[in-house]
């Protein structure tokens, strides 16, 4: 999602959730990441990490070809998006995180759905999650793709790659936006951006998945 709102089913609770303090080798881990802006905010007025589990690996993913006649050239489009998904092999350790692909949607972690036209104020792509701040249960319902921008038009396959990209950082549980236009993460497709992973989102993927599940982080605060 890039500017828009997402549709979190976050359950209300009052449970407390794990409280884990960075030691300092963490923290200087941490230094140059964008950690603070991508955390979920549960009840009350608590901002907490949350990811899939380790052992969740390879996450399955669901990735359809586009329905007939939806794009001129399927194949390119489709390729955008597989790339937007793999290109976050390994950028945590080897197998973290990694994927695999699967012929049936209810037994993807992470379905891809092709759509016409968006169900909200977002563009391109849209990531929607499936959390239960309750038990921590980090989930993703579907990434909902148009490949258009809100004018009807169809993005180009570069700009695909990259918001494909970013939402999967999403979907990984960067839930928020990297404050710095460079990264990928950012709240908006920049022309003049290099493609890709930054070395700050890369950082910042490896400092979500270093600390543990429900994990307050200081000076944490919203980026919407
Ligand atoms: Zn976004």
């Known amino acids: 999602m890039i500017a828009a709102r997402r549709a979190l089913l976050i359950l209300a609770c009052a449970g407390l959730l794990a409280c884990a303090s960075a030691d300092s080798g963490q923290r200087a881990a941490e230094r140059n990441t964008y950690l603070r802006y ?9 901002r907490v ?55 049936a949607p209810g037994d993807a972690d992470i379905p891809v759905v092709w759509a016409d036209e968006p169900d909200g104020d977002w563009y391109v792509a849209h990531c929607a999650y499936d959390i239960n701040v309750m038990t921590r249960r980090f989930g993703v319902s579907r990434i909902l793709v148009t490949a258009r921008w809100q004018d009807g038009s169809l993005a180009d396959v570069n700009d695909v790659y990259d918001v494909m990209l970013h ?8 839930t928020g936006h990297s404050p710095h236009s460079e990264d990928v993460m950012f709240a908006g497709v920049q ?3 290099e ?6 989102d890369r950082a910042t993927l490896r400092a979500l998945y270093r600390r543990p599940i429900g994990s307050r982080v200081a000076g944490a605060r919203s980026s919407r």
């Open 191 to 193: 022309a003049d951006r």
């Open 38 to 46: 991508v955390t979920f905010e549960v009840p009350v007025n608590e």
């Open 195 to 200: 493609p890709g992973l930054s070395a700050r």
């Open 49 to 103: 990490l949350l990811r899939w589990q380790t052992r969740q690996m390879p996450l399955r993913v669901h990735l359809p070809r586009p329905p007939a006649g939806m794009f001129e050239d399927d194949d390119a489009v489709w390729e955008s998006v597989r790339d937007g998904v793999t290109d976050w092999t390994d950028v945590v350790g080897p197998g973290l995180p990694h994927f695999r692909f699967v012929d």
């Open 167 to 174: 939402e999967m950082g999403h979907a990984l549980g960067l």
